[in-house]
Antibody
């Protein structure tokens, strides 16, 4: 059974870079043609999509975060990562990694999720 | 930017039917997924491609999508269905989640 596990710093200072890793187990990150994604949820609020890394290695980011986001993959470690630069208190959230399945260019769904990790931005 | 609007809350009696709507411009032309999130847990996919249920999701969960509104229906609602529900679709340039609906089973 596929499992995803987020890890990284739980406390980041304002203006610094948030860095998280999602370790994938129970399956290869390179098989099945799947894409991978990061999604966040501020405390008590709704979900916000951050971006994709496609099976090809190409990336696509939410335009609202595009200037600050980098998603990368390390296939040798079966994991993918998120960097979010110049963080502010507004970036405080639970960050989830997820597997993406698609049936077409504009039909994507998140079928496996990590447990989430809370990142707090504070000095 | 594209927006998906859901009612903040829906209340339902055990055994009855709950309907959760998700509204967006020409939403019927898009593919909609739905997620259930219980307190302190990660979201779980319950419907994808408007009407399809992942394996392991009970048959009481069903979806539809037409015009400007997608609907998640829970038939024979059980106490365990109490949760927040979110719709999701591709907007003009990003994946978009709905505002979320809290389903309370009274």
């Amino acid at each position: 059974q596929l499992q995803l596990q987020e890890s990284g710093s739980g406390l980041v200072k304002p203006s610094q870079t948030l860095s998280l890793t999602c370790a994938v187990s129970g399956g290869s990150i390179s098989s099945g043609g799947y894409s991978w994604s990061w999604i966040r949820q501020p405390p008590g609020k709704g979900l916000e999509w951050i971006g994709y890394i496609y099976h090809s290695g190409n990336t696509y980011y939410n335009p609202s975060l595009k200037s600050r986001v980098t998603i990368s993959v390390d296939r040798s470690k079966n994991q993918f990562s998120l960097n979010l630069s110049s963080v502010t208190a507004a970036d405080t959230a639970v960050y989830y990694c997820a597997r993406v399945t698609s049936s077409g260019s504009y039909s994507n769904w998140f079928d496996s999720w990590g447990q989430g990790t809370l990142v707090t931005v504070s000095s | 930017s594209y927006e998906l609007t859901q009612p903040p809350s829906v209340s339902v009696s055990p055994g009855q039917t709950a309907s959760i709507t998700c509204s967006g411009d020409k939403l019927g032309d898009k593919y909609v997924s739905w997620y259930q999130q219980k307190p302190g847990q990660s979201p779980v996919l319950v419907i994808y491609d408007d009407t399809k249920r992942p394996s392991g999701i009970p048959e009481r969960f069903s979806g539809s999508n037409s015009g400007n509104t997608a609907t998640l229906t829970i038939s024979g609602t059980q106490a365990m269905d109490e949760a927040d529900f979110y719709c999701q679709a591709w907007g003009s340039s990003a994946e978009v989640f709905g505002t979320g609906t809290k389903v309370t089973v009274l």
